[in-house]
């Protein structure tokens, strides 16, 4: 027999109580100052309950509850030799603590462990598969979207992108997506790729180039990027850090969430830099495709030389260029081919230069 | 069976609230939940959120006796799926919008942004009263059930006029805004016959406002946790409790100290464990708050009586914490 408080639901005064555990019920005898009874409760009807407490609480039956608080040590205990595998005291809650300090910090180090192994490289590496598996068409409307809003208010050069466009088409390349160049008067050196295949060269990368090879070689790196999906792959990797920052921490936002972000950056940094040197490759391909000199590479990137200093190479989205060129030198000395001229991509390039 | 009650004292209860949850033992519920919303990728969140309350409702007591949270990850899912269900339309015709507009015709885009505002702000108030209403029904103490008897009709007035009222103050109604919703939801809580009521003072709050913004520039921000703590205690000073006709009400004693104490603390527990110690975090917070509280005046937590009907609609109760409506 136990004493406690017995609450009937009705009222929060607690009546005090003896409770009796029969083999299948417990009984429980109330008094308040004018009234007493008794209650059977049927084990079936009681809810689960949990007990790292110094109270054990039980709670019974259909809204609203009838409930006892017993304050006295051994009553769980009691119940647990009583009831053995009945419902309500099967605890969910305490399983893990039970494996003590250590399980804990070894259960919380696996967690971080695999919350870094998922965040670095799992993650990404679905959100990946997944932008590579987006429809083709649904990739170039993106890119048509991007396209027409930045060329809002930028001064195109016709004459030069027909050009363009004409020693591209004598080009032999390999794309899933029909190739769209258009140049752009601006005085930074530079060239880009929108997803979908629209390529935007600013006029002065083609003023500095001196030979055609060159710009073989951008237009092949930049297909590269196109091809290989780089950009969209890098939306969905973003999006998917969002999306698992959220499920790690529900309803937290701040500090770990502006870390982790950070993190990602960071490590985003280092997947644009991984994707500049994959694009390098596949500008050395498509020279090596139309017999063209591969040189043309190199050549390519000492015009991109910048005067931005060594120690900043890890907050780069662009590897060094001096790495970029031993990179390229690397790989030419496994490819041999004869390079030749092509007349029709002459004829396009001294249209371009004039 | 011979049956003596001599020894049981029937002494009238005090009606101090206590806090008794441990970090260690939170954490060991959140670990496992962690684990399994990363194996559901996330779809396992309302169950784990269900585990989160029913532990933090367990371990705050009144009088001895803790609170129950009733609700079950089965209820929520189904209001989490309904949650997602509503936002995914919204950010579909918001990316609709940005997807289909074009630099020469923006139109498109703004008809879609103001149908994602517009849905988004019908949303706020039917989220918060679904959460109250919800939140409410499934919390009871010695059984007895707490309850929300707000109308949406209600809530929808107060929150639009409030809020434009404090559109065309340019903010400064804000702090009026923010008394009145709480009048308005702290007014129709229950708990059993005991009712609440906020007493709180648009102006007072503004002043409090203006005051922590001067002090906090010309202090460099430190005075920042005696303002966080002064709004703290003027959310919680200013709950009443009217019980069979006698008040009482809500008094915190937090000091500025404390709350810099905690809040610094917090920020050191969640930068040096990477995130992992915020069990710790809510355990200290509740802590800190609950042990500066007491309810002052007549209140009798022995003479609550059973008022609230049986309530099952989980459908906002995730949706206000998508919206990031931090209230309660």
Redesign the interface.
């Known amino acids: 027999m136990f004493?406690g408080k017995f609450?009937?639901?009705?009222?929060?005064?607690?009546m005090?109580a003896?409770i009796k555990l029969e083999p299948n019920y417990i009984s429980i005898?109330w008094?308040?100052?004018d009234e007493s009874g008794n209650e059977l409760w049927h084990l079936d009807q009681i809810h689960t309950t949990?007990f790292?407490?110094n109270?054990t609480?039980l709670?019974y039956g259909g809204?609203?509850?009838?409930?006892i608080?017993v304050f006295e040590q051994g009553f769980k205990e009691a119940l647990e030799v009583k009831y053995r595998g009945a419902r309500f005291i099967r605890s969910?809650?305490?399983?893990?603590?039970k494996t003590g300090?250590r399980g804990?910090v070894v259960?919380?180090l696996s967690?971080?462990v695999?919350?870094v192994v998922?965040f670095f490289w799992g993650v990404p590496a679905l959100a990946e598969k997944a932008a590579s598996h987006f429809p083709v068409s649904y990739e170039r409307?993106?890119g048509e979207?991007l396209h027409?809003?930045f060329m809002?208010?930028q001064k195109v050069d016709s004459a030069k992108t027909v050009a363009l466009q004409q020693y591209l088409g004598a080009l032999n390349i390999e794309s899933d997506f029909p190739i769209q160049v258009t140049v752009v008067k601006n005085d930074m050196v530079n060239a880009f790729a929108l997803p979908g295949g629209f390529i935007v060269v600013h006029d002065a990368i083609i003023d500095e180039m001196e030979n055609h090879e060159e710009l073989a070689g951008l237009l092949g790196h930049e297909i590269g990027h196109v091809q290989l999906r780089h950009s969209t792959k890098a939306i969905a990797r973003s999006l998917s850090y969002y999306?698992l920052l959220?499920?790690?921490?529900?309803?937290?936002?701040?500090?770990?969430a502006v870390?982790?972000d950070n993190a990602s950056t960071f490590h985003n940094l280092e997947y644009s830099r991984k994707a500049e040197t994959e694009s390098d490759k596949a500008g050395l391909e498509l020279l090596s495709m139309n017999g063209l000199n591969p040189k043309g590479m190199v050549w390519l990137m000492e015009r991109l030389q910048t005067e931005s200093p060594e120690f900043l190479k890890f907050i780069s989205t662009h590897p060094n260029t001096d790495d970029r060129i031993k990179e390229i030198e690397r790989q030419m000395k496994n490819t041999s081919y004869s390079s030749e001229s092509n007349p029709v991509l002459e004829a396009a390039w001294k249209k371009l230069k004039e | 069976m011979q049956e003596t009650f001599t020894e049981v004292k029937t002494n009238i209860s005090e009606p101090t609230l206590a806090f008794k949850g441990k970090g260690s033992e939170l954490f060991s519920i959140q670990i496992v939940n962690i684990a399994l919303m990363l194996v559901t990728l996330g779809l396992y969140y309302p169950w784990a959120k269900a585990k989160n309350l029913h532990y933090i409702y367990r371990k705050t007591e009144l009088a001895g006796s803790p609170f129950t949270f009733h609700g079950t990850g089965k209820e929520m899912f189904i209001g989490f799926i309904k949650g997602i269900g509503i936002l995914a339309v919204l950010y579909g015709v918001l990316l609709y919008g940005i997807f289909n507009m074009t630099p020469e015709d923006m139109g498109i885009y703004f008809i879609c942004l103001a149908i994602f505002m517009v849905g988004l702000s019908l949303l706020v108030p039917m989220a918060l009263h679904g959460m109250m209403r919800y939140r409410t029904s499934r919390t009871s103490w010695r059984g007895i059930h707490m309850g929300y008897r707000g109308k949406l009709g209600s809530m929808y007035k107060v929150f639009y006029l409030n809020m434009f009222l404090t559109m065309i103050t340019f903010g400064i109604y804000g702090a009026w805004f923010t008394t009145n919703l709480r009048k308005e939801i702290i007014g129709n809580m229950r708990f059993g016959n005991a009712r609440f009521s906020y007493t709180g003072d648009g102006g007072d709050l503004l002043i409090l406002h203006i005051k922590g913004y001067f002090l906090t520039i010309v202090t460099l921000g430190i005075y920042s946790f005696w303002w966080a703590k002064d709004l703290i205690n003027f959310y919680i000073n200013n709950i009443l409790i009217e019980q069979d006709g006698k008040y009482s009400r809500l008094d915190s004693s937090l000091t500025g100290w404390q709350n810099l104490k905690l809040t610094l603390g917090n920020l050191l527990i969640m930068v040096f464990t990477l995130g992992l110690g915020y069990s710790w975090v809510v355990t200290r917070t509740m802590h800190t708050i609950i042990h500066n509280c007491v309810i002052l005046g007549e209140f009798n937590p022995d003479m609550l009586a059973q008022t609230e009907e049986e309530y099952k609609n989980a459908t906002f109760e995730d949706m206000a914490d998508m919206l990031d409506i931090g209230l309660v």
């Open positions: 004493e609450y009937n639901g009705r009222t929060s005064k607690g005090p003896f005898s008094r308040a100052d949990e790292n407490d109270t609480v709670e809204f609203p509850r009838q409930s608080a969910k809650y305490d399983s893990f603590q300090v804990l259960g919380g967690l971080l695999v919350a998922l409307a993106m979207k027409n809003q809002h208010g999306m959220s499920v790690l921490f529900g309803d937290v936002s701040g500090i770990a870390i982790l």
